[in-house]
């Protein structure tokens, strides 16, 4: 019996943290951009993950922090999914993609942490339009690539953060 199986397309990777990986393309963007007092850093891991830390305040009518990477352009023909392996700490998170670097709106997918080490897998055809914290009445993304990837945390509230990223890869 012959049976048509669809072809499998190997995974395409988009950041694999290692020691000696090179953050200088990574950016910190905190709520001061509009007078919050938020901070936080990225960093390498001795063990070489990245490391986006910080402390959000509601100061100054702040509450998130972010980190940014413009990728070079980033096709996802063939691709449905982005999976990231990381290390949170219990908080909820938003893992961003922009198809243009100069864009002001970002297709968004929430997640939560458990405090271990996860794989979690986000279906871009799910990934919905947002500007400023605002869900625009739009389509979600069905682009054709994207040059800019983001982890943001805004949760209300003052809190300390810690998440541990990995890999970052399209399926």
Known sequence: MMTNLAPTRTPHLIVDFNKD????????????????????????????????????????????????????????????KVLIQLKGDGKDYQFRIRTNVGDSSSFIAPFSTTGEWQKIEFPLHQMFPS?????????????????????????????????????????
């Open 131 to 171: 500007l400023r914290g605002k869900r625009l009445d739009l389509p979600n993304f069905d682009g054709e690539y994207f040059e800019s990837i983001t982890f943001l945390i805004g949760n209300k509230k003052k809190e300390h953060f810690k998440l541990l990223i990995d890999k970052i890869e399209l399926l």
């Open 21 to 80: 990986s090179v953050l200088n393309d990574w950016i910190v963007i905190n709520d001061s951009v509009m007078g919050g007092v938020s901070s936080s850093t990225f960093q390498l891991t001795t063990d070489g993950n990245g490391i986006f830390e910080g402390n959000i305040s509601l100061e100054n009518k702040g509450g998130f922090s972010s980190v940014r990477y413009n990728t070079i352009k980033t096709i996802v023909k063939g691709y449905s």
